[in-house]
């Protein structure tokens, strides 16, 4: 049977047909290395923090915000150990 455009339009989708499945904003091995890398180097945080922080999606600004205080606090820490190191 040949359907209109407007019978087309008002068609409910099947039941059968899978869900979209959305990549997540942020995956597990990025934010691992993130966190890491910021431990190491605290300017890695800040930079990626930021970066994430302004992007549209609520995960990825969490991540950035997460980032970006781990980021300043060790920027805090490493400042502490090398002044205590004199």
């Known amino acids: 049977m040949i359907k209109t455009m407007s019978?087309?339009?008002?068609e409910v989708p099947s039941t059968h047909e899978k869900?979209?499945?959305s990549k997540p904003a942020v995956s597990a091995g990025v934010n691992l290395a993130v966190i890491i890398g910021t431990i190491l180097f605290p300017v890695i945080g800040v930079a990626m923090g930021f970066t994430y922080f302004r992007k549209?999606?609520?995960a990825a600004k969490k991540a950035g915000i997460n980032w970006l205080l781990?980021?300043?606090l060790m920027f805090i820490v490493h400042i502490v150990l090398v002044s205590t190191m004199k």
């Open 19 to 21: 869900p979209a499945v």
């Open 7 to 10: 019978e087309k339009e008002n």
């Open 56 to 58: 549209d999606d609520p």
């Open 70 to 72: 781990l980021g300043v």
